[in-house]
């Protein structure tokens, strides 16, 4: 028997065809059925189950600059109402972004300086009032920052599109070719043929795939996360803040995010860890700690050696140091390990902004976020998108 043939069959015409069914593609599907447009979504997995979806849920807004802010800005209220429409969580707890040397708090005071009231600066005390790091030299309370979980909120989005007028969404439906036509392109499918008069192509770095010179300047990373159980004792208010309270983010993402990058400050950080922790600054270590509705924490993300195939223990080992360091705690016990694939663009012009969005056809848009940025903008951009396209 073939197994397409228990699946519903695909519409023969829409207005816009969106290739994959994580983040960027479901926002783009969101923003045309919010437009009136007719939507098919297509993926070859049999739920959302790629990079956006194993991310750790923490949606970085206040970090961001540039176009990158705008569209994280945007993405935050499209979130929230997606939320309410759709019917998952979207927790407004903001994060936390600790600094345990005076050079990090110098980065983040002209972070708060720049945000005008987006932020927070805290003192040592006030950090251990809000999370369970008792000792640090203070840090910033970012209000606007969101937490989901990934993996259940694109599900239920999908599910709630495909309960839409008009919206289709079929999964075990892989791309295959496309041919443009007067004003619409024919997409060929693993299931058919369908007839889009638009076309969003969102599969992240497997874009080269499909059309492999837009594979070129883009390069995946490998970066490293774990889900660990709580390691502080159950019961003590230490925990609880850690359950219940905002995003704890490490200070080594000062060297990532791209709002920091304005701080004179920054500089002498960065010396600091190449003098102390070489390894750091080896491995990008991004310290977040998101927890999670069973009491479990997902610690992320460290980058996997280039030249290392399979996981690398040096960059776990990192991770777990760093976050009982930053606890005060003992080593955390790991649940479970798994990696996910990012794009960064290669050095050169443009490479400082995250969005790639190319036209490989008439009418067909490959829209790619780098940065490890796509849930947390992807919401934001896909209005420009839909705009440039109709």
């Known amino acids: 028997m073939n197994p397409d043939s228990a699946l519903p069959p695909l519409p023969t015409k829409v207005d816009l065809a969106v290739v994959g069914a994580g983040a960027v593609g479901l926002a783009h599907a969101v923003e045309a059925h919010a437009r009136g447009l007719s939507v098919l979504v297509v993926d070859a997995a049999q739920r959302p189950v790629g990079n956006t979806a194993r991310r750790g849920g923490h949606l970085a807004i206040t970090t961001q600059d540039s176009t990158a802010l705008a569209c994280a800005l945007a993405s935050r209220e499209r979130w929230l109402k997606a939320g309410r429409e759709a019917g998952f969580g979207v927790r407004e707890c903001g994060a936390v972004v600790v600094a345990r040397h005076r050079d990090e708090l110098a980065v983040l005071d002209d972070l708060v300086a720049a945000r005008a009231g987006d932020a927070t600066l805290l003192t040592g005390p006030q ?128 060297l990532r995010d791209s709002a920091y990058l304005h701080s004179r400050a920054l500089g002498e950080v960065r010396e600091r860890l190449r003098a102390r922790h070489p390894d750091l600054l080896a491995a990008e270590v991004h310290l977040t700690l998101t927890a999670q509705p069973d009491g479990s924490v997902v610690v992320g993300d460290g980058r996997a050696p280039a030249d290392v195939t399979g996981r690398s223990e040096d960059v776990d080992e990192l991770l777990l140091r760093e976050t009982a360091a930053l606890l005060g705690s003992d080593r955390p016990v790991v649940r479970s390990r798994w990696s996910v694939t990012e794009v960064v663009r290669a050095p050169g012009p443009g490479s400082g902004d995250p969005f790639v969005v190319t036209e490989p056809l008439p009418g067909v848009r490959a829209v790619t976020i780098a940065d490890g940025l796509a849930t947390t903008t992807a919401l934001g951009l896909a209005p420009r998108v839909v705009d440039s396209l109709f």
């Open 127 to 254: 950090v251990a009032d809000r999370t369970p790091v008792q000792d640090s030299a203070g840090g910033a309370f970012l209000p606007l920052d969101l937490r989901i979980e990934p993996a259940s909120a694109l599900g239920i989005i999908a599910d709630w599109l495909s309960g839409r007028p008009q919206v289709h969404v079929a999964w075990s439906t892989a791309a295959q070719t496309f041919d443009a036509g007067s004003g619409c392109t024919l997409v060929r499918t693993s299931r058919g043929e369908v007839v889009a008069k638009r076309v969003v192509v969102a599969v992240g770095h497997d874009v080269g795939q499909l059309f492999g010179e837009l594979g070129d300047g883009l390069l995946p990373v490998r970066r490293q996360m774990l889900r660990i159980a709580s390691p502080l004792p159950d019961g003590v208010p230490a925990a609880e803040r850690l359950a219940a309270g905002p995003v704890l983010v490490g200070a080594s993402t000062l």
